[in-house]
């Protein structure tokens, strides 16, 4: 296959989503010959997840959760923190004049059996057609809420007390709620600890979802009195007291007794106020952008995949954090690597490109 021809108005790859594996997938197309390939970004900027979820000075762990720091791909990362791995990927972008189109979402995907394409639509613009597309969109793009969000006043929602982005607004000296009990809770607590009142509330009684380093850093400082848990803690409702968040904890929450005064009839019930809550309760799969992709989905909706991650549709490859922990999510290295294994796929399949993995370590990295 000779790439980029011979209708140049259509794209070799289609790269959705400018993150780490995003990324690494565009490098991977590119060192094979690929030159014709556009990243499309719905944020202003690469690694938005990043940027979001991970306050100035979060420290970025290759080894992360255990998992062993070797990269099969051209892209790998030492040890470091948001802003170091920010100025890398910033290095990858520039030194490889990859294309990037922000504040661009693809609304609707789909294969053109004629033409023998993909086509995407944007919000705005003309419709982009690819060869080939790989989806490396995140899992936060739409966080979880909880079951009670839909009782809580519209006036908490729209003052910026009920929060799921720790960057949406400065929190200095406040007194803030933190519910969760995965690595998202126990790192947006640990971030906020060092200048605010904080409280994390989970709803069972040990914590089971995060990771041994966030574990081990959020038990000391549970230990140390820096963070109040409420476990188990079970939240029934969120009231507006005065602009305020007032938490209403169900029968049997555990660390609050004595902080919180339960109101007539309640029947044990707890209440509270915060400046703020915040919430670490993870994200979920784009199932709909999956489905109307006409992508495959098992019972519990995850997408149906290869070994090396194409869909039910062929040439369309889903990598990144979608995938799930220990598959290509939940490291930054595991992204890269997933986007690795389905691009030298597709160009092995599709374009008969044969690479050899890199093998590279934390002591021979290639950026």
């Known amino acids: 296959m000779v790439f980029g021809m011979p209708n ?6 289609l790269v959705i989503g400018a993150g780490p594996a995003g990324l690494a997938a565009a490098v991977e197309a590119q060192r094979a010959g690929m030159n014709d390939i556009l990243i ?44 170091s791995f920010l100025q890398l990927m910033d ?30 639509k944007t919000a705005a613009g003309a419709p982009v057609q690819a060869r080939f597309v790989v989806i490396a969109i995140g899992k936060m793009g739409k966080p979880n809420q909880p079951d009670y969000w839909k009782t809580i006043p519209n006036s908490l929602k729209n003052n910026k ?36 009142d904080v409280t994390l509330a989970y709803r069972r009684s040990k914590f089971s979802k995060m990771n041994s380093v966030n574990e081990k850093l959020l038990n000391d400082l549970i230990a ?26 169900k029968p049997g929450t555990q660390g609050i007794a004595g902080s ?24 979920m799969t784009p199932v709909e952008f999956l489905r109307t992709s006409g992508v495959k989905l098992d019972a519990k909706g995850e997408p149906v995949l290869t070994a090396a991650y194409e869909t039910t549709v062929p040439r369309l490859y889903l990598v990144g954090d979608l995938l799930g922990k220990g598959k ?7 992204g890269f690597n997933s986007a ?7 160009l092995a399949r599709y374009c008969g490109k044969v690479l050899a993995p890199e093998l590279v370590s934390l002591d021979h990295l290639k950026f």
């Open 161 to 196: 007390s009920l929060l799921f982005d720790i960057n949406t607004r400065p929190l200095d000296g406040a007194k803030v709620l933190v519910v969760g009990g995965g690595d998202s809770a126990s790192e947006y607590a640990q971030m906020l600890s060092p200048k605010n």
């Open 8 to 13: 140049r108005s259509t794209t070799d790859l």
């Open 328 to 334: 290509g999510g939940g490291s930054i290295i595991a």
């Open 260 to 283: 919180a005064g339960a109101e007539p009839g309640d029947e044990g019930k707890c209440r509270e106020t915060f400046d703020a809550v915040l919430f670490g309760l993870g994200g």
């Open 224 to 249: 140390s009195k820096k963070i109040r848990a409420l476990l188990p803690a079970d939240i029934e409702a969120i009231e507006d007291e005065n602009g305020k968040p007032r938490v209403v904890f």
């Open 340 to 346: 690795t294994e389905a691009t030298r796929d597709l």
């Open 91 to 120: 290095h990858v972008i520039e030194s490889n004049k990859l294309a990037v189109r922000y504040n661009t979402e693809i609304w609707s995907l789909r294969w053109l059996e004629a033409e023998q394409v993909f086509e995407a």
């Open 40 to 83: 499309v970004e719905k944020g202003p900027t690469h690694s938005t997840m990043i940027r979001t979820f991970y306050k100035e000075g979060k420290r970025v762990d290759a080894r992360y959760a255990g998992q062993e720091a070797i990269c099969f791909g051209l892209l790998c990362l030492r040890d470091g923190n948001r802003e």
